[in-house]
């Protein structure tokens, strides 16, 4: 919609056939927005929609703006059409024709009746909705009109974006989250059993009523673009229903899991057993050893063994049940449980392997230095030495004997060393315990 030129003197006959002219132009651009408004999409779902909220609120102002449109549209077409008539009395209008022809294009000379139908909500141009009638130039008409449109146009555009958006979007992850229902059952995951069940009971609630709220007051679905005066300018709010398909694909994901649990159940629950059954073993092993340990070992602190985990073994049980009462939704978080329990039972199991075990590893690796001395004392051809013969032999007594004193022998093996480095030149092994002189005996 355009606007007119500015008001001034009495116009000359050039002047009043071009502002007619003008008039023209700007009756028919008028007349061609307002017919598309009245026949806007958005404005016929408005029309006939039970609205709520603000969405009615707005409606009831743009309807009675629509109404007062029209209603200011045929004031200013018979203004024109009775500026037409007077140009056309004569091909040279007179001196009163065009006084009459500037009051008529340039002066308040346009009266547009109020009625109680047409502007009990639209608002006029100076807030005065109490007056009968109104007079407008037909300047101060075409931008009373050209508020009007811009105002009624951005609440039917916005409306129907809403529209256009939502609802679909809401339809469509409703049928989603029917066929996630669906599955959900199949696998045992209902509401009031797995949380995963009360989720999609929640999740259908509120789509439910979110559409009934966007189909009644798509207006509180609204966000306006910052800054923007373009009728329309903005977009659907897709916060509430954003929230909704999140919290469905988070279900979806446990579902994936459950139905996972149920493909590959019996494999997992083999391997537990397999990995319990590693973890027993080891603690039976671990058993064995410290029964060695005390019996070849003196002096030695040895760990307590504990027994198998009978509570593990119990949950697997449980779990097994789950299995064979096809109770995904329950094997699932149990499975998850269990195979962490168990691969850490099997690092204790063998963590007490190796605490008990210890005391021989020390003995074993005080018989490997020893005899790898008696091999270097060969190699230098002091075999026969009587007196490195007397260390070794006491040595190794220490160590072959049971229960063998760790602590004793691994100072005989260090003065056997001592008096190997001596013979050797060598420089001398360091002892935990006071140095022997060659003239000691063992």
Same mark, same amino acid.
């Given at each position: 919609?355009?606007?007119?030129?500015?008001?001034?003197?009495?116009?000359?006959?050039?002047?009043?056939?071009?502002?007619?002219?003008?008039?023209?132009?700007?009756?028919?651009?008028?007349?061609?927005?307002?017919?598309?408004?009245?026949?806007?999409?958005?404005?016929?779902?408005?029309?006939?929609?039970?609205?709520?909220?603000?969405?009615?609120?707005?409606?009831?102002?743009?309807?009675?703006?629509?109404?007062?449109?029209?209603?200011?549209?045929?004031?200013?077409?018979?203004?024109?059409?009775?500026?037409?008539?007077?140009?056309?009395?004569?091909?040279?209008?007179?001196?009163?024709?065009?006084?009459?022809?500037?009051?008529?294009?340039?002066?308040?000379?346009?009266?547009?009746?109020?009625?109680?139908?047409?502007?009990?909500?639209?608002?006029?141009?100076?807030?005065?909705?109490?007056?009968?009638?109104?007079?407008?130039?037909?300047?101060?008409?075409?931008?009373?009109?050209?508020?009007?449109?811009?105002?009624?146009?951005?609440?039917?555009?916005?409306?129907?974006?809403?529209?256009?958006?939502?609802?679909?979007?809401?339809?469509?992850?409703?049928?989603?989250?029917?066929?996630?229902?669906?599955?959900?059952?199949?696998?045992?995951?209902?509401?009031?059993?797995?949380?995963?069940?009360?989720?999609?009971?929640?999740?259908?609630?509120?789509?439910?009523?979110?559409?009934?709220?966007?189909?009644?007051?798509?207006?509180?679905?609204?966000?306006?673009?910052?800054?923007?005066?373009?009728?329309?300018?903005?977009?659907?709010?897709?916060?509430?229903?954003?929230?909704?398909?999140?919290?469905?694909?988070?279900?979806?994901?446990?579902?994936?899991?459950?139905?996972?649990?149920? *493909?590959? &159940? +019996?494999?997992? =629950?083999?391997?537990? $057993?397999?990995? /319990?059954?590693?973890?027993?073993?080891? #603690? !039976?092993?671990?058993?064995?050893?410290?029964?060695?340990?005390?019996?070849?070992?003196?002096?030695?602190?040895?760990?307590?063994?504990?027994?198998?985990?009978?509570?593990?073994?119990?949950?697997?049980?449980?779990?097994?049940?789950?299995?064979?009462?096809?109770?995904?939704?329950?094997?699932?978080?149990?499975?998850?449980?269990?195979? *962490?329990? &168990? +691969?850490?039972? =099997?690092?204790?199991? $063998?963590?007490? /392997?190796?605490?008990?075990?210890?005391? #021989? !590893?020390?003995?074993?690796?005080?018989?490997?230095?020893?005899?790898?001395?008696?091999?270097?004392?060969?190699?230098?051809?002091?075999?026969?030495?009587?007196?490195?013969?007397?260390?070794?032999?006491?040595?190794?007594?220490?160590?072959?004997?049971?229960?063998?004193?760790?602590?004793?022998?691994?100072?005989?093996?260090?003065?056997? *060393?001592? &008096?190997?480095?001596? =013979?050797?030149?060598?420089?001398?092994?360091?002892?935990?315990?006071?140095?022997?002189?060659?003239?000691?005996?063992?």
């Amino acid at each position: 919609m355009g606007v007119t030129g500015p008001p001034g003197p009495v116009m000359d006959r050039d002047e009043v056939d071009r502002a007619l002219a003008r008039l023209g132009a700007e009756h028919e651009a008028i007349e061609t927005s307002l017919l598309a408004l009245q026949d806007h999409a958005g404005r016929r779902l408005l029309e006939g929609a039970e609205l709520t909220g603000v969405t009615k609120e707005r409606w009831e102002s743009a309807d009675a703006s629509i109404t007062l449109l029209w209603a200011y549209f045929d004031a200013y077409s018979d203004a024109l059409h009775s500026a037409r008539g007077i140009r056309s009395r004569r091909r040279w209008s007179s001196r009163e024709d065009l006084v009459e022809l500037t009051e008529l294009l340039r002066g308040e000379s346009v009266t547009v009746a109020g009625s109680a139908t047409a502007t009990a909500n639209a608002p006029t141009l100076h807030g005065n909705s109490g007056k009968l009638s109104e007079r407008f130039s037909l300047v101060t008409l075409v931008e009373r009109m050209n508020e009007l449109y811009a105002t009624s146009l951005d609440m039917v555009v916005a409306a129907d974006a809403v529209w256009s958006a939502l609802p679909a979007r809401i339809d469509l992850l409703s049928a989603e989250l029917q066929r996630t229902r669906r599955l959900a059952h199949s696998v045992g995951v209902r509401p009031g059993e797995h949380p995963s069940g009360d989720d999609l009971e929640r999740i259908t609630r509120t789509l439910t009523s979110l559409r009934e709220q966007v189909i009644s007051d798509p207006l509180a679905f609204w966000q306006p673009a910052p800054g923007s005066s373009a009728p329309g300018g903005g977009r659907p709010d897709t916060t509430a229903y954003d929230r909704e398909a999140r919290a469905l694909e988070d279900v979806r994901r446990e579902i994936d899991a459950v139905l996972t649990v149920r *493909q590959d &159940a +019996e494999a997992r =629950l083999v391997k537990l $057993r397999d990995v /319990l059954s590693r973890a027993d073993r080891t #603690l !039976a092993e671990a058993r064995l050893a410290r029964g060695e340990v005390l019996a070849k070992i003196a002096a030695t602190e040895v760990p307590v063994v504990s027994g198998p985990p009978t509570a593990l073994q119990e949950q697997l049980a449980t779990a097994a049940e789950y299995r064979r009462h096809a109770q995904w939704h329950r094997l699932s978080p149990l499975l998850e449980s269990l195979e *962490q329990k &168990a +691969e850490d039972e =099997l690092l204790r199991a $063998r963590e007490s /392997l190796t605490a008990v075990t210890a005391p #021989l !590893a020390i003995r074993a690796e005080l018989r490997g230095r020893l005899d790898a001395y008696k091999a270097k004392v060969a190699r230098h051809g002091l075999a026969e030495d009587p007196f490195l013969i007397e260390r070794y032999d006491a040595a190794r007594r220490m160590l072959w004997s049971a229960p063998c004193d760790l602590r004793v022998a691994e100072q005989a093996v260090l003065r056997y *060393q001592h &008096a190997v480095a001596e =013979l050797l030149g060598a420089p001398r092994v360091p002892q935990s315990g006071p140095e022997d002189r060659r003239g000691e005996s063992s």
